[in-house]
């Protein structure tokens, strides 16, 4: 099983020279340079040539390196993909997905622009419509042809869409991270949290954090590199969680335990399906130490 831990990541500003030098120090799992939000609209070709020469000048030792394009119904989308693609990151990240034509779309262009078999699309859920659609969006990843890997949440474009108002618990967008982590579950793919804006108010993000963590998200995508830490301490398998794992593994490894589809373990009923999410455990657990 081939895992890479997203449990931190930080979106860099791609007009931004400086903070994406420092971008190489950091322990992000992964980095998302930003062509986007970040960027004023007379600043977008700058950053794109500033972000590509980054990327093709590596550096970045093991961080998961993500481009986020601007739309590519926007003047500066389809340039901005085809320089992204020719660059070589692991993925590009395109905003506002909206349906799972979408998807298609963004697999065909970076096709088109030759990127090669390995580079991902990751795809925003930042709308209410693509609320409405995640399944469908989600779907689009078993079509011949797709690339999509990983939905990433955009709850500040959710809550100014729709007027809400998010107090600790963050009630009033709970539909909407479960309405895509069920989509995201039911088609394979890896979903990431929302950002926390107060970067500085770190029992608030500690609690949100978890909250996310305890919602089954596999990450969480940060403003700023002080979230880094907690966000990797949050988003690991705890040790002793890995341990059981493992020993459900070697449990179910045993000739006695061939073909049985429940089995008992320290005094527990451990079933088959316990042994499948073991083995995911165990694997980005494995991942996360690689990378230590």
Same mark, same amino acid.
């Given at each position: ?24 120090? &950091? #322990? ?14 007379? *600043? ?6 500033? @972000? !590509?020469?980054?990327?093709?000048? +590596? ?59 390995? $580079? ?7 709308? #209410? ?21 990983? &939905? @990433? ?8 869409? !729709? =007027? ?5 618990? /963050? ?8 309405? *895509?982590?069920?989509?995201?579950? *039911?088609?394979?793919? !890896?979903?990431? %949290?929302? @950002?926390?804006?107060?970067? /500085? %108010? ?9 909250? =996310?963590? $305890?919602? +089954?998200?596999?990450?969480? !995508? ?27 593994? *070697? ?10 589809? @429940? ?30």
């Amino acid at each position: 099983m081939t895992v890479r831990p997203r449990r931190s990541v930080l979106y860099m500003p791609g007009a931004n020279a400086r903070a994406l030098e420092k971008a190489k120090t &950091l #322990p992000a799992d992964a980095l998302i340079l930003d062509l986007e939000d970040a960027v004023a609209p007379d *600043a977008k070709a700058q950053a794109r040539a500033q @972000v !590509t020469d980054a990327v093709k000048a +590596g550096g970045y030792g093991p961080r998961e390196l993500v481009i986020r394009v601007n739309g590519l119904d926007t003047p500066w989308g389809g340039d901005d993909l085809k320089a992204a693609v020719a660059a070589g990151p692991d993925a590009i990240l395109i905003p506002k997905a909206a349906s799972g034509d979408d998807i298609a779309r963004a697999s065909a262009a970076m096709r088109q622009a030759g990127a090669g078999e390995q $580079m991902q699309l990751w795809a925003m859920i930042e709308t #209410p419509i693509a609320i409405l659609k995640a399944g469908e969006i989600a779907a689009a990843a078993r079509h011949a042809g797709s690339r999509l890997a990983v &939905l @990433v949440l955009g709850l500040n474009d959710l809550v100014k869409e !729709t =007027g809400a108002v998010l107090d600790g618990e /963050r009630t009033a967008a709970l539909y909407w991270l479960s309405a *895509a982590l069920t989509a995201a579950r *039911a088609y394979g793919l !890896t979903i990431l %949290d929302g @950002v926390y804006n107060n970067f /500085r %108010d770190m029992d608030g993000y500690d609690k949100e954090c978890r909250q =996310g963590r $305890m919602l +089954g998200f596999d990450g969480k !995508t940060l403003i700023h590199p002080d979230q880094i830490a907690l966000a990797n301490e949050v988003f690991s398998p705890p040790a002793a969680e890995v341990e059981f794992a493992r020993k459900i593994i *070697a449990a179910f490894d045993q000739p006695e335990n061939k073909g049985k589809g @429940v089995i008992n373990l320290e005094g527990r009923m451990v079933e088959l399906l316990h042994a499948e999410i073991a083995r995911k455990t165990v694997a980005i657990a494995d991942a996360i130490a690689a990378r230590s």
